[in-house]
């Protein structure tokens, strides 16, 4: 099964993927240089969908609230939405 990775990081939860026997792709990391709002996949090519996004704006200990993780939850949707998988 191909699945597609959204907000790799560290590349964990895809190797747990990996480890299971499915096929994972990445679709890049911030902390990489790659930006999720400039990527764009095709409808249908992939069985599923994994990652998380950037979550620590919704915390309470934050002190200074920012959009950035809203923004990014919207980009996670957004690409799951376009790449229509299988299993989400």
């Not at 792709?25 to 996949?41: E, L, M």
């Not at 309470?60 to 996670?76: C, F, P, V």
């Given at each position: 099964m191909?699945v597609?990775s959204?907000?790799?990081?560290a ?13 994972v792709?990445?679709a890049?990391?911030i902390?990489y ?10 409808a ?5 969908v ?20 809203q923004?990014?939850?919207d ?14």
């Amino acid at each position: 099964m191909l699945v597609l990775s959204l907000f790799t990081g560290a590349g964990l939860l895809d190797k747990a993927f990996r480890e299971q026997g499915f096929c994972v792709v990445s679709a890049g990391d911030i902390i990489y240089g790659q930006d999720i709002r400039d990527f764009h996949t095709i409808a249908g090519k992939f069985d599923g969908v994994i990652g998380g996004s950037p979550c620590q704006d919704f915390s309470g200990l934050k002190r200074n609230k920012t959009n950035y993780s809203q923004e990014m939850l919207d980009e996670y949707i957004r690409v799951v939405k376009e790449a229509d998988p299988s299993w989400k």
